[in-house]
């Protein structure tokens, strides 16, 4: 698994997300008062002024147009199907790769469920020290569990901390699939397809035109996996779940008025799926 492009990315990510801070109300996508002050180094520093902010988005849009657009929407989204999952009756979280996911920190409906984060020990620990400046004790219903996905079987690690696989599970798996081969993404989604019925997974990953298509790009930060949107809800079912929405680029201004009138490249480069388990005995009633 190509770390290093797994961990700059996340900062990039969360620099993305703390530029929405400067965007008006009326246009904002989310409110993210978290992920900046997650950061180090110069990356903290950009996070934390206002004028470095600005010239950042700036340079991304010119310099990478469709990058700040894609981690926007992406992120909006994924807020959107974890509050709805949450609602739905999700009391279990657990977010796979976590990184610097700040969404158990500053979205409400998370306090209310008990959640997993998951992540390699080194990047857990830098965000855990990270979260301790910034709020002191971690939540009471957070969780951290320091893993490989690539070697270590997540039905056992969350077993031995107290996971309950017979409970609707909301499980998060973003901007992680691109960084791993395939076989290696297969358990992931072998596990979160036998989870109890009405357990949802969102999963951004992205379209084989795009590793075909940006080769120097797949080679810079690492992909080395992707999906044909035309196939994803076949490839999802034979690990026992039905995709419920697929969304990409061409999707985002009419899901989000306030995109109109931003000078937002959306560009397709990753989308976002969500996909659920469903009660077999239903499912073969409706069938």
């Given at each position: 698994?190509a ?18 801070a ?40 010119t ?14 989204v ?7 999952a ?28 008990r ?36 070697t ?10 107290g ?28 596990w ?30 690492g ?18 779940l ?8 061409e ?20 989308r ?16």
């Amino acid at each position: 698994m190509a770390f290093v492009q797994v961990e700059t990315t996340a900062v990039a990510v969360a620099l993305m997300r703390a530029l929405e801070a400067d965007v008006p109300a009326g246009q904002r996508l989310f409110d993210d008062p978290v992920s900046g002050r997650l950061l180090t180094g110069p990356p903290a520093f950009v996070a934390r002024h206002r004028a470095a902010r600005v010239a950042l988005g700036r340079l991304a849009e010119t310099a990478m147009p469709g990058v700040r657009g894609t981690a926007v929407c992406r992120t909006r989204v994924v807020d959107d199907w974890c509050r709805e999952a949450l609602a739905a009756g999700a009391g279990q979280a657990v977010v796979v790769g976590a990184g610097l996911d700040s969404r158990p920190y500053r979205i409400a409906e998370f306090a209310a469920a008990r959640v997993w984060e998951v992540d390699l020990p080194g990047t857990q620990a830098r965000k855990r020290a990270a979260l301790a400046r910034l709020t002191g004790p971690a939540p009471a219903n957070i969780r951290y569990l320091p893993a490989d996905i690539t070697t270590d079987r997540l039905d056992a690690v969350l077993a031995a901390d107290g996971f309950d696989p017979s409970a609707p599970t909301l499980v998060v798996f973003e901007a992680v699939a691109q960084y791993l081969p395939a076989p290696a993404v297969a358990p992931t989604l072998d596990w979160a397809g036998s989870l109890a019925p009405g357990s949802r997974l969102i999963l951004t990953y992205l379209p084989e035109r795009v590793l075909r298509e940006r080769a120097r790009a797949s080679r810079r930060y690492g992909w080395l996996s992707a999906y044909d949107p035309a196939r994803l809800g076949t490839v999802l079912a034979g690990h026992g779940l039905t995709l419920r929405q697929d969304v990409g680029a061409e999707d985002y201004p009419g899901r989000y008025p306030q995109l109109r009138g931003r000078r937002l490249t959306l560009r397709e480069i990753e989308r976002v799926a969500v996909a659920e388990v469903l009660d077999q005995r239903l499912a073969g009633a409706k069938g």
